[in-house]
Each structure stands twice: as structure tokens, then as C-alpha cells.
């Protein structure tokens, strides 16, 4: 029995073999080496970063202009990340306090902006009420402007509310809304969810909340955290907001950037720490979050 088993497999790989032709072949080597190359292009500056980042400070440019960019040094100079917490400052602010700026920044940022946009989104795929479709068409025509076109009066507005270099209260208040850029994707999310799972919580007696805190969210969960990580990524990057309008508390990318308008001679190799404190953070949270990305929303369960 295994024998026939172990036959019937090998005839089946061999006809899947001959299934792919010639020109498929070559396709998806030329295809592979594309791949290989552009992973390359993106690994080797991050390589080439962390040597930089152990340099002497005092030889960097020395060794650049004589060696050539591709110099790798013969002695590591661990302590440019010790000094980086120090000598990388802006606003009186050293590095740490970059980092703890940027913590809070990503972290309401991202919860207000993922929370009130699913919760928008919910309402407006669930439910009927007057305004609805405009709600829906506003997004779209908001998405339409350019956002160089309403930064003049959007800067105005932030002033005339009082919110202009307040901290995370300007966060709070600018974020307070449902109607962004994830709008669009949560409402064809939420339309694919089987109103069905309502009907039967309204049948035990439950409510709208429970519905949706315990039935809609969990099963929204996989594409949540997809856009969670994508949103945290797009604020832990984001230096322009920060630069425009919380000038007397920089991020780490806001602070990172107006150090190197300014950077001294010897200081690239511990601007470079800064670049590279800067991607442990992303790297953690694709590390733990990766599978959940790749998990396809899948929705089940029903009963006929």
C-alpha cells in the first residue's frame, strides 16, 4: 500500500514538472534574479549602515576620502552607541528623549487612528442612517485633494485651537476621527463580515456593543493588525508633523533629520547609531507580527 502511495506521488511531481515549459522557466529564473536583486538593494545599505556605525568619528571622513566608501575599519568603536544618547541632541533634547517622544507618538497615533477608523468604518458599513453614502463619498473626494493644498490652512486651524507644540494633546485631537485613509479598506472589510453573527447575539439578548467588541473586531482582527503595523511603521517615520507642529518635542525621525542639516565633521559615525537604534524598533514589530500580516481574513463558522 505505501508502494502505491509512494508511485502515485512521484507520477504526480512528475506531471506537475512537465506541466512547466521552457519559457515558464526562464521567466521565473529572470523573475528570481530580479527578486534577488532588488532584496540585495535593500539589505546592503543596511549592512553598509551597522559598518559605518563602529567607525572612528574622529577618522570617518579621512578614511572615506582616501579609502572610498567601502572602507571597512579594522578597530570597532562600540562606544559611538553609548554616545549616541548623549551627543545627539535637538531642542535640548537628547536622543532618549527622542525615543520616549516617539513611543508616545506612535502609540496614540496608531490606537486612534486604527480604533476610530474601524469603528467609523462599522457604523457606515452596518448601519442606514441619513448622510451615510456622504460620509462614504467625502472620503473619497478627501483623498482626492493633494495634502500640499490644505497645509496652509490646516497649520492656521491647528494655531487658531490652540493645539500648535502641545504634545500628545495635539496628537489626541488631530487624530480624534474616523475618516482617513483606512476608512475605505475597514468598510469593505466590514461588508464582508455575515451580518448573520448580529442576529444571533440579538437573539441571546446581547446589544450593538457586544456585537461589535466581541464578534466584529475579533474577526477583523487579522487585517487590524495589518494596518495597526502599517500605521505605526508610516508614524515612527514620519519627521513632518512632528517638524511643523511639536517643534519643542522632536521624534526620532524629526530630530534625527535636523541633526543632519547640522552634523559635525566627526560626528556621522554616531549619526549613523541614531539610523540604526532607529530600525530595531520596526524590525521587533514585523518580527512578532509577520505571521498575523500574512494570514488571510478568513471568515466562517455559520451554520445552514
Not at 535640548?92 to 507618538?105: A, D, K
Not at 447575539?201 to 456585537?211: A, F, L, P, R
Amino acid at each position: 500500500m505505501q508502494k502505491v502511495i509512494k508511485n502515485k506521488k512521484i507520477k504526480e511531481k512528475s506531471i506537475l514538472t512537465q506541466r512547466v515549459s521552457v519559457g515558464e522557466k526562464i521567466f521565473f529564473g529572470v523573475m528570481a534574479v530580479f527578486c534577488a536583486i532588488y532584496a540585495f538593494s535593500l539589505a546592503f545599505p543596511v549592512f553598509w549602515l551597522l559598518l559605518k556605525s563602529v567607525e572612528d568619528p574622529g577618522a570617518y571622513l579621512f578614511n572615506r576620502n582616501l579609502h572610498g566608501w567601502l572602507y571597512v575599519t579594522d578597530v570597532i568603536h562600540w562606544e559611538n552607541y553609548a554616545n549616541a544618547f548623549t551627543r545627539i541632541q535637538d531642542k535640548g533634547v537628547n536622543f532618549f528623549g527622542m525615543l520616549t517622544n516617539s513611543i508616545w507618538w506612535v502609540g496614540i497615533g496608531t490606537f486612534q487612528s486604527i480604533f476610530w477608523h474601524a469603528t467609523t468604518a462599522y457604523i457606515v458599513s452596518k448601519y442606514r442612517f441619513i448622510g451615510r453614502n456622504f460620509l462614504y463619498n467625502l472620503v473619497i473626494i478627501n483623498a482626492l485633494i493633494p495634502v500640499y493644498g490644505t497645509g496652509g490652512a490646516g497649520y492656521k486651524l491647528i494655531n487658531d485651537l490652540g493645539l500648535y507644540d502641545q504634545g500628545p494633546i495635539y496628537l489626541i485631537m488631530t487624530t480624534f476621527g474616523g475618516l482617513g485613509g483606512s476608512f475605505l479598506t475597514m468598510v469593505g472589510l466590514f461588508r464582508g463580515i455575515s451580518w448573520e453573527y448580529a442576529e444571533a447575539v440579538y437573539i441571546d439578548g446581547g446589544g450593538d456593543t457586544t456585537v461589535y467588541f466581541k464578534i466584529m473586531l475579533p474577526q477583523a482582527m487579522p487585517m487590524l493588525s495589518a494596518l495597526a503595523v502599517s500605521s505605526a511603521v508610516g508614524l515612527w517615520n514620519n519627521y513632518n508633523g512632528p517638524l511643523v507642529y511639536l517643534p519643542s518635542t522632536p521624534t526620532v525621525a524629526s530630530g534625527l533629520y535636523k541633526v543632519s542639516l547640522t552634523i559635525e565633521r566627526a560626528g556621522y559615525p554616531i549619526y549613523f547609531c541614531g539610523l540604526v537604534f532607529t530600525l530595531i524598533p520596526v524590525m521587533i514589530c514585523y518580527a512578532f507580527i509577520a505571521e498575523k500580516m500574512m494570514t488571510n481574513l478568513s471568515i466562517g463558522g455559520l451554520k445552514g
